[in-house]
């Protein structure tokens, strides 16, 4: 009896020896990881798209070039002034911008204004050994997601038959054909990469092109056409931030957007209509969109940088150079409940917003109007967390040791008078409903990738893996 009883106690002792290494220092945060990880993935399993949607995106197409930022950038010291500017007008300008977002660990894209200067750009570009080619614009990318996860989808965009062939099957193009594809310039970063002792806080990319084709939106008059024949259930429009800061006439841009404006307003009250929001430094570019563009859109994507500019934009007239890289909850739930009472709104010629979408490095925070046609909230903003870690680590298996969390733990739902919520391993995604203002709210935590691979076309990616469970 002594003998059983002191093999069951050493027994109790190996395994309490066991669970302190296992839990020691590092391993606790594994475990945690690893809960989540279980937890969203089970989630995940339930809302299984089977009904093959049909989705039309637009608008414009570009092959990318992804770079490492440190090889564009060889030889060169962190810039004493680092500043934001319209666009490229030189190699100073490009430096001290780059180095101004680096810092930030904020994306951004520039439009190259010297063709000279592009040239040598995209030649220093193609030295870099580690370069790599990717089918890029805002459309493609969301096109190929949505085809991905079961979707028929109609492109609007011009593309090379070589870059048509880097689609995925179930995706039908109209716009017409391009002897050469427009380059965008993807200049990467690490997290806690340094440059002269500046460290960058997390992974990110900043974009520079000399695009002459997708500002004009020039797939717009055949994919107008194609629409009745496709009869989506969706329209996505997205890729106007290439309209930014580009040479047209007087009165050119306002003419193109007033003709996408037409387009989303003809769309039947059946089909819903979602406007993909982007980096966006010309103030009146951005007044354009949300005078024509944004009234049109049911449901509206967006990141931690763009909301804040819609947000001072529709209260105050304004619009920010820089917001935080990972806000609070409660100050970007506000923002949200503001945008949301705007443009909610029922004018009579307009869609009034019934869906936002905010991705972040941190969460996903998904709101939708109560009794609106868009379903499964909870389950788009795991599908949207999901899709943010696999796009980045370039990995279809969510792996905890290449997964970490800066969720905290527990937020509040509002900077005044929110009620505290606690961040719970086996149950990480939180709902609730708004009576006062007749919403749906659901957060999901982000599994951060600890080993990058690609930060560009993450936005996209996330919002067509959100959208794609609710229509």
Known sequence: MIESASKYLSLVALLVGLALVWLRPGQEDLLKVDTVISSLLKYEAKYVEENQPRIAVGYGACKDLFVTGSHMLANVSFPANPDNFMGVGDEDQLVRMYGFFFKAGAAAERFVHGQELWKELLETGLKDTEHRWGLGGNAPVMAARFAREGAKVLLGAKLSPGLAEWLPEGVEVAGGDIESDDVHLIMEYKRNEEWDGVVSPRANRFIIHHDLNNPMVSSLEQFRQALPLFNPQLLVVGGLQMMDNFPFREGERLERILLIRDQMAAMDQ???????????????????????????????????????????????????????????????????????????????????????????????????????????????????????????????????????????????????????????????????????????????????????VQTAGGGDNISAAGLVVQI
């Open 270 to 452: 059946d089909t819903r209509v979602h406007f993909e929001m982007a980096s966006f430094v010309d103030e009146s570019l951005l007044a354009e969109l949300t005078e024509h563009i944004i009234p049109q859109a049911d449901s509206l994507g967006m990141n931690e940088q763009e909301l804040p500019n819609l947000h001072l934009l529709l209260t105050k007239g304004e619009v920010t150079t820089m917001a935080d890289s990972n806000p609070r909850i409660a100050e970007v739930l506000d923002q949200m409940r503001e945008v949301y009472s705007i443009l909610s709104v029922d004018k009579g010629t307009n869609r009034p917003v019934t869906r936002i979408h905010l991705h972040t490095l941190a969460y996903q925070a998904i709101l939708t109007a109560k009794g609106s046609p868009w379903k499964n909230t909870g389950a788009a903003a795991v599908k949207s967390s999901l899709t943010a870690h696999r796009h980045v680590c370039a990995d279809k298996e969510v792996k905890p040791e290449k997964s970490f969390l800066i969720m905290d733990d527990s937020f509040s739902t509002s900077k005044e008078g929110g009620r505290r919520v606690p961040f719970i391993n086996t149950r990480p995604l939180t709902c609730w409903e708004e009576e006062d203002l007749g919403v749906n709210i659901c957060i999901a935590p982000v599994l951060v990738c600890a080993q990058a």
